[in-house]
């Protein structure tokens, strides 16, 4: 794991840091492996990859981000890019993977309440999602709002938003 890490810091070939974090993100559905690439400053890089103007690369991240997600520890680090992955969602092209990816990462970081309020600013994007896009994109929509929703300090916010 080590090696992946430092092998993505070193390069700037799309092809391996793609690989690379596809093994990272395989070996992230292993809970030891999630708090091992935490402790070993992964996430830090795996969210420098979310600026890469390759959309493969920050798919593949994002991904990566999703298996890592499910650690709570992992999720306090994740947190500071919520804002990021949520404009990559409204940049990325409609019904993308990138998108989907940005989506699914946003559906486990919205489990609890406690990020919620870095998605706000995004509702208005979501239920664009809601009425343009595909079934998959519109069912990974729906997880995240029905997230949000559950959390009543967010009623405002969701019932205000601009379409």
């Known amino acids: 794991l080590q090696k992946l890490i430092h092998l993505l810091q070193a390069t700037d070939d ?17 809970s030891v492996n999630q708090d091992i690439i935490r402790n070993l400053d992964g996430l830090s890089v795996i969210g420098g990859m ?3 103007c390759v959309p493969k690369v920050k798919e593949k991240a994002l991904n990566a981000f999703n298996n890592l ?14 804002t990021q992955v949520c404009r990559n969602i409204e940049s990325a092209p409609l019904n993308s993977d990138l998108q989907l990816a940005g989506l699914r990462l946003l559906t486990n970081m919205s489990v609890t309440s406690d990020y919620h309020h870095k998605m706000i600013n995004s509702i208005p994007c979501f239920l664009h999602l809601l009425s343009e896009g595909t079934e998959r994109t519109q069912i990974q929509v729906l997880k995240v709002l029905v997230n949000l929703s559950a959390n009543p300090a967010m009623t405002g916010h969701l019932l205000r938003a601009q379409v």
């Open 69 to 82: 997600s499910m650690n709570i520890k992992n999720q306090e680090e994740i947190q500071v890019y919520i």
């Open 50 to 52: 979310l600026s890469d």
């Open 14 to 30: 799309p092809l391996i840091q793609e690989q690379a974090l596809i093994t990272l993100s395989n070996s992230a559905a292993f």
